[in-house]
């Protein structure tokens, strides 16, 4: 069977469940409390992000982590992304 290249640049692949970021893939843990566990240790992280090591990078990633579970972080993101595209189209 041919497998099919996909046009997802960023984001949570629904087929594989990973998380990706350009050509970087990052598998989700199955469990639940697990993926919520790291969407929030991320966000705390990045809000630290003026210390060494940590990161303002870390803030996106993790409200993408927590997306995959929370209605509500889902809805917010899913709203940014079409508010980009509009964006992006207008400035062409």
Known sequence: MAE?????HFGIDP??????????????????WLRRTIGVLLVC???LGFLPV?????VPLG????S???HFVRRQRRRLAVWWAGRRKADR
């Not at 087929?15 to 639940?32: A, D, M, N, W, Y």
């Open 4 to 8: 099919r290249k996909s046009n997802m």
């Open 15 to 32: 087929r594989t469940e990973e998380i990706v970021l350009g050509k970087f893939r990052l598998k989700l843990p199955q469990s639940r």
């Open 45 to 47: 992280g990045g809000l």
């Open 54 to 58: 940590l990161g303002f990078w870390m």
């Open 63 to 66: 409200l993408l982590v927590l």
């Open 68 to 70: 995959h579970d929370s």
